[in-house]
């Protein structure tokens, strides 16, 4: 792993937030105003009521008045204190109820059956019809004009947003595989709610309810300015109606509550947007190139090649995002060189991060992952950072795939025979009686032994052996300089393993093709490698002639994995051939 994402991904949420500069700013100002309304009763010479007729719009600075006074005679430093605190209390509630509301139903109503999803889905579509701040105004008789109530009710008509969010959420993770693991490791639903699903949606909970702070502010103090509810209580909405009152008198009053509110709410909306660019790692913006590959570093096109090698991978990192959004390498500086004809094995243990390597070569990467730095150069061209439709005329031509699951890289609809030929056409433009002439013959060279009624069958009719000699037909059509095999014997039985491997490696020497053969198994490596390259965690950690690891493994972990041949079933009866050729 790189320093960098090390440190990313040991990095706290909280330290991340704040060293975004927008998050560190607004949360300062945010602290900085909400401390000082604490500090009221401290500070304010005045109460929010306190009137005194001599002081009826008296000017900026006037003594214990330094904000002036208001139409009343009443200190307007001492009431935008006041205000303060009206606000925040009126974020908090409102805040706090649409929270335990919207996340309980979206959690309730995502994770459990249909019937419950239809009973949270109709109350929340319900309270979405109703109107709003209109309904608040026509509560007035029932909250009895205590703004405290009207937040408490707002908190409900705020709830359907983050419902959504939640519910959308938990549909997308509770039929994930550790979720189920859970459940099956009898873990309760409330056990697995809590510790599995809402880590999942902390994240969008903690930005949507800066937004709802801001909105349940902005709705007291717009139902303040419009006269509705309690006179007696302080509020930027009732200075801002004093003020518009008095605007061609006295325009600072209208002035300090105005830059109060706009302050807070901006505030609070732009904490929102720095909170979702750090949670949810919107940063950094990353260029989509290739096949739905995306670099976010700049790729060393002009570094030193080797003019003997056909593939040669340099300095490769790749990353997802994680769970907080910040970018988790799962390849890191990973070195490979592979020259024409020859056989790299790629070895390592489950998620060592082989399939990763291979797919970015082939241009596969899923659309989540993104290229962090390196390059790939095939055939002395720079891979990474080519058009989708430059990569997808060099795969299927110079650089053939064969896949672990056979059968699942077959369309179940098509027969064999269409599916090679029209693969084999669209790298070749052959005419189509030719490339299936070449297909039969290739099925004939695979050892398929009627060759002609397996072109004509669907994929279910045949086994998954003869499949995988399918697809190795398909792979070498169109005679490609290089041939990534992924695991290709993982899903077969152990006779048809070694038939398989047989086969791969005659059509290597035939055609001359490199092949670079990814697999947890040395027993595979041994059998077919010229070359091998160990990857543990991401990293190469041994790379040399297969001689020369089978005799003098360096690493720990070579050594380990070697050792794990004698517990695996022989996919040969015979030595493998590096290890013979190290005996002798
Ligand atoms: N779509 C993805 N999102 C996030 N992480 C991923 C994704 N695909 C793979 N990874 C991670 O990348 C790492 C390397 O995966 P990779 O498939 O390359 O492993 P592997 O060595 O080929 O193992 P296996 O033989 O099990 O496929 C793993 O930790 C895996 O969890």
């Not at 007035?140 to 969010?165: E, K, N, S």
């Not at 260029?287 to 096109?301: L, T, Y």
């Not at 059509?477 to 490696?505: F, G, M, N």
């Not at 004698?566 to 002798?584: I, Q």
Request: hydrophobic share 45%.
């Amino acid at each position: 792993m790189t320093a960098g994402a090390d440190a990313s991904q040991r990095t706290p949420t909280w330290k991340k937030v704040i060293r975004d500069p927008q998050a560190a700013i607004t949360i300062g100002l945010l602290a900085a105003i909400f401390l000082i309304g604490a500090l009221t009763p401290l500070i304010a010479p005045h109460g929010p009521n306190d009137a005194d007729l001599s002081m009826v719009n008296a000017p900026v600075g006037t003594s214990g008045y330094l904000l002036g006074g208001d139409e009343s005679g009443r200190d307007i430093f001492s009431r935008l204190l006041h205000s303060i605190n009206t606000a925040a209390i009126s974020a908090l509630i409102g805040t706090t109820v649409a929270l335990i509301v919207g996340v309980t139903g979206g959690l309730v109503g995502g994770y459990f059956n249909r019937a419950t999803q239809s009973i949270t889905e109709w109350t929340f579509a319900l309270l979405m019809t109703l109107p709003g701040v209109l309904l608040l105004i026509i509560l007035m008789p029932v909250t009895g004009g205590d703004y405290r109530a009207t937040m408490f009710v707002f908190g409900f008509l705020l709830a359907p947003g983050i419902y959504r969010i939640v519910r959308n959420l938990v549909l997308g993770v509770k039929n994930e595989l550790y979720v189920d693991a859970a459940r099956v490791s009898g873990l309760g639903n409330v056990r697995i709610l809590g510790r599995h699903v809402l880590s999942i949606v902390r994240g969008p909970i903690i930005i949507a309810a800066a937004f709802m702070a801001g909105s349940a502010i902005a709705v007291q103090s717009g139902l303040a300015f419009l006269g509705v509810g309690s006179t007696e209580i302080p509020s930027f909405g009732a200075m801002i109606s004093s003020g518009f009152r008095n605007l061609y008198v006295a325009p600072a009053q209208f002035l300090w509550p105005s830059l109060l509110l706009g302050v807070i709410t901006a505030s609070l909306v732009l904490l929102g947007n720095a909170l979702r660019d750090t949670l949810e790692g919107s940063k950094p913006k990353a260029k989509k190139v290739g096949a739905g590959q995306r670099v976010v570093a700049d790729v060393e096109r002009d570094g030193p090649t080797d003019p003997d090698a056909l593939l040669v991978i340099r300095d490769l990192g790749i990353a997802y995002p994680g769970v907080d959004g910040a970018p988790n390498e799962v390849v890191r500086g990973v070195n490979l060189s592979l020259a024409p004809g020859d056989v790299l094995g790629l070895v390592g243990e489950s998620g060592s991060g082989k399939t990763q390597t291979a797919f970015s070569t082939l241009g596969v990467l899923p659309s989540e992952a993104v290229i962090t730095g390196g390059s790939i150069r095939f055939d002395g061209r720079e891979l990474l950072g080519l058009d989708d439709t430059s990569m997808a005329a060099l795969r299927g031509s110079a650089i053939a795939y064969i896949p672990q699951e056979p059968m699942s890289n077959l369309d179940p609809s098509f027969r064999v025979g269409s599916q090679l030929v029209e693969g084999l056409r669209a790298a070749t433009s052959m005419p189509r009686k030719d490339a299936k002439a070449r297909v039969i013959a290739l099925l004939d060279r695979c050892g398929i032994v009627d060759p002609q009624r397996t072109f004509d069958a669907y994929p279910h009719e045949i086994s998954g052996g003869m499949a995988q000699r399918v697809l190795i037909a398909g792979a070498v059509a169109s005679r490609p300089k290089l041939l990534i095999a992924d695991e290709p014997t993982t899903a077969l039985d152990v006779t048809v393993q070694a038939e398989i491997l047989d086969l791969l490696r005659d059509l290597q020497h035939e055609l001359g093709m490199a092949v670079l053969l990814v697999t947890h198994n040395f027993g595979v490596v041994a059998d077919i490698c010229d070359r091998i390259a160990v990857m543990k965690e991401g990293e190469i950690v041994e790379n040399g002639a297969a001689e020369e690891i089978f005799g003098a493994p360096r690493h720990e972990y070579t050594r380990m994995l070697l050792g794990s041949i004698l517990d695996e079933d022989a996919v040969r009866t015979d030595p493998p051939a590096a290890v013979k050729g190290v005996a002798s």
